[in-house]
């Protein structure tokens, strides 16, 4: 049984920033790509980052140069650092991970999802 716990989503104004926090826990045998998704009212699930195992990035590009992810291996966590936040960045945040289990089998997992609202 793996878990995603997702934290740090809240309401912040035009500007602010916002520190969102995933960590898995559970039968973990390695976790390859990690990421975060964003869904916004009315609007598709869309990827806004994901970083690789050997840590290598890729961002969406209304977001480049204002988000930035991170993982700690060691925790298991993700972590998405968000500045210089936009009324177009509220959304509800989701955590995904691509996670092996000591099994042997691989699966994609999310988090429950964690609602970032920005006031202009």
């Known amino acids: 049984q793996v878990q995603l716990v997702e934290s740090g989503g809240g309401l912040v104004q035009s500007g602010g920033s916002l520190r969102l926090s995933c960590t898995a826990s559970g039968s973990i045998s390695s976790i390859n790509t990690m990421g975060w998704y964003r869904q916004a009212p009315g609007k598709q699930r869309e990827l806004v980052a994901t970083?690789?195992?050997?840590?290598?990035?890729r961002y969406k590009d209304s977001v480049k140069g204002r988000f930035t992810i991170s993982r700690d291996n060691a925790k298991n966590t993700v972590t998405l650092q968000m500045s210089s936040l936009k009324p177009e960045d509220t959304a509800v945040y989701y955590c995904n991970c691509d996670i092996r289990n000591r099994a042997g089998w691989g699966k994609d997992y999310w988090g429950q999802g964690t609602q970032v609202t920005v006031s202009s």
């Open positions: 970083i690789t195992s050997g840590g290598n990035t």
